[in-house]
């Protein structure tokens, strides 16, 4: 079994993450839109650092800090 977790894997950590923080934002539940975020945070930071991704490390985290701060106020 692949223990690995490649850039791929991250990814589509980050995009459940994602959809976790806007359902819980829908739903008003801050709590677990807090504790998604936290997770997303964590998942971009592994992601930025897996040397594939190097080159696109500053766009994916400019992209996520203002998509993120968009959404959330409105």
Request: charged share 25%; aromatic share 4%.
């Amino acid at each position: 079994m692949n223990t690995a977790r490649t850039s791929l894997f991250l990814m589509a950590n980050l995009g459940a993450e994602v959809s976790r923080i806007i359902s819980a934002q829908e739903q008003k539940d801050a709590d677990t839109a807090s504790t998604a975020l936290a997770r997303a945070e964590n998942i971009l930071d592994e992601i930025t650092r897996l040397p594939d991704m190097q080159p696109r490390a500053q766009e994916l985290l400019h992209t996520y800090r203002e998509d993120s701060v968009n959404y959330i106020l409105g």
